[in-house]
Structures are given as structure tokens and as C-alpha cells.
């Protein structure tokens, strides 16, 4: 049931993407008078599931989920129909119109992509609000893993400054340290101290590499207690610091050492305020002291009115497009190999949850969304960037670029796309079933 709710998800999403990039191209278009001759969700080679025609326009839905496409009469794309290019230039045809209305049409389709992550982002945000862990509410600090160790951080540190930067979210110092292209300095608090760790890039790449930065570090769990069944000296808001020689543990430390001395007596250290506490407890057969422990962190939520959601989508939208651009950026440096990473689409299904959830389903949405828009912008033929950036040669220099010339392009951005394809899928492949 869970796999089938994550590829409901994806192709949910992935229909609303191409549905929403391709209509960008489709309004473009008609807004200029070109006409557009398909409408596909999906392509459909061969076959499709099911068209019908409106007008000049064939609408359909494609068996093969691998993007979509608007055919526009007159433009060289990745169909390839240069009988159509051979035929008198009509009026109503793409290449019939000045640069600058081409130029737009092409990007339509990536502007469409970014005006829904921000529409999404807008309303995640007044509907359910911005819900994030403050750093300020780490009272007890952070636990991190062997990663974290080798980069020089010890368990209780917290977080103050990422190269002078004060910290409000923790996830912003695990987005620092993986995207970056030179040292980072962490200031944490240890042990009421400031201290600063120079982290060499060299070392960040390694941890990434790695993949280090799963579960780099996480909050530790203190032993508080909430309320008292039978610990007779123990109190509400208490926090045992001390179990027998078993010192700065956390919760479930404690509760194991607890369970190994099951019908036993230990002592227990608790600090109440800034008073500490000593008993001398027993422990049940069950390893329990007879106490309910309490939760130490609650989320803290934004709420947004309208008005402010609007704003709050923007800067959103403006954020995730900049740390996508910079991993993009960090990827095609060979040295950081941080392109064995590039996945498809079971890299893709897999972000989505085993059980349904509107708000996460809307987030990711709107994240892929900023995905495919830097994607199809980048200058590669058979993308959209590729055919604008010929266009915008030509508003620049007044020459246009000979039919010749971008049929040869299209060929090479087809294959390189495809190329892009197989190795991103054999990636996943390689992941899931071989590695």
C-alpha cells in the first residue's frame, strides 16, 4: 500500500509539472497567434492513451512518462518535423514572428514552473504555516554522528553562527555545510563557551561523499520527568543527570543502563532548578524508576496571514532556486564527485511518503517544480534554454541562426539528454538493486 500511494504521489506531481509547464509554452503561443498543432501530457510514441482534437490543436495523453510537449507549427523541436520547416513560411507559424515573441514563448514554460512554486509556497504558508525547530530551544544541545565527530564537533555542542551568521534553524548549518564552495566556520557553545571550527572544504566534499551528512546530528534527549508514580522524591520539571557513575547520558542511555539493573537500588541524581537532588531509588523488574518521562522540544510554527504569505512564498521560491543552483554548481566540478549523486525518477518517487499528507505532497511539488524550471533553463539544444539562448543571440546580434544549425543542435541536445537519462536512471538502478 505505501508503494503505491509514493507512485500515485509521483505521477500526481509529475503530471501537474508537465501539465503546467507545457501550458505556459500552449497560452505563450496563442497569445502571439501561433498555432499549436499537439498538446501532450506525456509523450506518445507510437500511440497515445487518448487524444481528441479542438480546433487546430490535438490534445493527449502519452503512455511514456517521461516528460510532455506542445508542438508548435513552425519551430524546430524534438519532434523533428522538417517537412512542415520546408513548406512557405504562414503567418501563423512560429518562425513568422519577431525574435522577441519566439524568445518568450520559449521560456513560458519555466516561468510557468516558478509561478506555481511560489503559488504552492503562498499557500502552504497561510495554510498551514512555516513549522520549524528553533536552534534557541536546544537547550541541551546536539548528538552527532561519526561524520560529525571527524569535522571536529562533540556531542552537546549548539549551534551560535555559520561564518558569522547567527542561527535560527538547525537544518540551515546542514544546508551551509553541503552546499559551499570554499571553508565554513560553525561557532558553537561547549560547555558555556564559544569556540569556532574552521571546517576545511576538502572535509565537507569527504563527508558528503560519504554520505556523512545522514543523520549528521540530532537533538539530544534529555531525562526529564513529567510527572511522578511511585520515585518518591522526585518531582515535576526534574532532570536526572546522574545514574549511579553514568553521567551526561541522554534518555535511552539511562533507560538501558535502568533495565540492566532491573529489581535493584541506584542513585539518582536530579537537578530541580539550580539545586541538585540525590536518591537512592529502586528499580522495578521492568527496569523502571516509576516515572513519566516528559518531551523536551516543541516546534515552533510562523503563521501567515494572506497578505503576508504572498512575500513568504516569494522568499521561499527565491531560496530553494538558489541552493538548487548552487548544488547544480558543485556537481559539475569533477572534483567533488558530488555527480555520483544524480538520480531518476526511482531517486525522484522515493522523496514522497508512504502515507498520504497534503502539505508535504504541496511542498515537494513546489520543489520539483523549481527543479525542473533551472533544469529546462540551462543552455543545452532540445531544452528550453537551449532554444532561447539562439534566439537571444539573434535580438542581440540581428542575425538568425540558419534552420541547418539548430537541427544539428536539436540532435546533439537529444542525445545528450538522453544520455542524462540513462546514466541518472542507471544511477538509481545501480542504488537500489546492485549496490
Not at 338 to 350: A, C, Q, R
Not at 368 to 381: E, F, G, K, T, Y
Not at 427 to 434: C, H, K
Request: charged share 20%.
Amino acid at each position: 500500500m505505501e508503494l503505491a500511494i509514493k507512485i500515485i504521489q509521483f505521477f500526481l506531481c509529475f503530471t501537474i509539472l508537465v501539465g503546467i509547464h507545457e501550458l505556459g509554452h500552449f497560452f505563450m503561443a496563442r497569445a502571439f497567434r501561433i498555432r499549436v498543432d499537439k498538446f501532450y501530457i506525456f509523450f506518445d510514441p507510437w500511440f497515445s492513451l487518448f487524444k481528441f482534437r479542438r480546433g487546430h490543436t490535438e490534445y493527449g495523453l502519452g503512455w511514456l512518462p517521461l516528460g510532455g510537449y506542445v508542438k508548435i507549427a513552425g519551430m524546430i523541436d524534438e519532434s523533428m518535423d522538417k517537412e512542415q520547416l520546408r513548406q512557405p513560411v504562414q503567418p501563423w507559424e512560429f518562425r513568422a514572428k519577431p525574435a522577441w515573441q519566439r524568445f518568450l514563448v520559449m521560456i513560458a514554460g519555466v516561468v510557468m514552473n516558478v509561478v506555481l512554486a511560489i503559488a504552492v509556497y503562498c499557500g502552504i504558508c497561510y495554510a498551514w504555516g512555516d513549522t520549524y525547530f528553533s536552534n534557541d530551544d536546544a537547550r541541551w544541545g546536539y548528538s552527532f554522528n561519526q561524520a560529525g565527530h571527524r569535522l571536529g564537533f562533540e556531542d552537546g555542542d549548539r549551534f551560535l553562527t555559520v561564518d558569522g551568521r547567527p542561527v535560527d534553524d538547525p537544518l540551515e548549518v546542514l544546508n551551509a555545510l553541503l552546499i559551499t564552495e570554499g571553508d565554513r566556520t560553525v561557532a558553537v557553545e561547549r560547555r558555556g563557551q564559544e569556540k569556532a571550527l574552521v571546517l576545511p572544504l576538502e572535509e565537507l566534499i569527504a563527508m558528503r561523499q560519504d554520505k556523512g551528512y545522514e543523520n549528521l546530528f540530532r537533538l539530544r534527549e534529555p531525562f526529564l520527568i513529567d510527572s511522578v508514580v511511585t520515585a518518591a522524591g522526585l518531582q515535576k520539571g526534574d532532570e536526572i543527570i546522574a545514574v549511579d557513575d553514568r553521567q551526561g547520558l541522554e534518555f535511552f542511555d539511562y533507560r538501558a543502563y535502568l533495565k540492566l539493573h532491573a529489581g535493584q537500588e541506584v542513585r539518582i541524581a536530579a537537578l530541580r532548578g539550580a539545586d541538585t537532588v540525590e536518591l537512592t531509588l529502586p528499580v522495578d523488574s521492568e527496569g523502571r524508576l516509576g516515572v513519566i518521562a516528559a518531551a523536551p522540544y516543541t516546534p515552533r510554527t510562523r503563521h501567515y496571514t494572506f497578505w503576508q504569505s504572498v512575500p513568504a512564498g516569494f522568499r521561499k521560491a527565491g531560496r530553494t532556486i538558489a541552493s538548487y543552483w548552487q548544488q547544480l554548481k558543485l556537481i559539475a566540478q569533477p572534483k567533488t564527485e558530488l555527480y555520483k549523486e544524480v538520480g531518476g525518477f526511482l531517486s525522484i518517487g522515493s522523496i514522497f511518503p508512504g502515507s498520504w499528507n497534503w502539505q508535504d505532497f504541496w511542498a515537494k511539488t513546489a520543489f520539483l517544480s523549481i527543479i525542473l524550471a533551472v533544469m529546462n533553463i540551462l543552455p543545452i539544444p532540445g531544452l528550453d534554454g537551449g532554444h532561447a539562448i539562439f534566439t537571444f543571440w539573434e535580438m542581440i546580434t540581428g542575425r538568425k541562426v540558419g534552420d541547418k544549425v539548430l537541427e544539428a543542435a536539436q540532435y546533439v541536445g537529444l542525445i545528450l539528454i538522453l544520455a542524462l537519462l540513462l546514466y541518472a536512471n542507471g544511477n538509481d538502478i545501480y542504488r537500489f538493486f546492485i549496490k
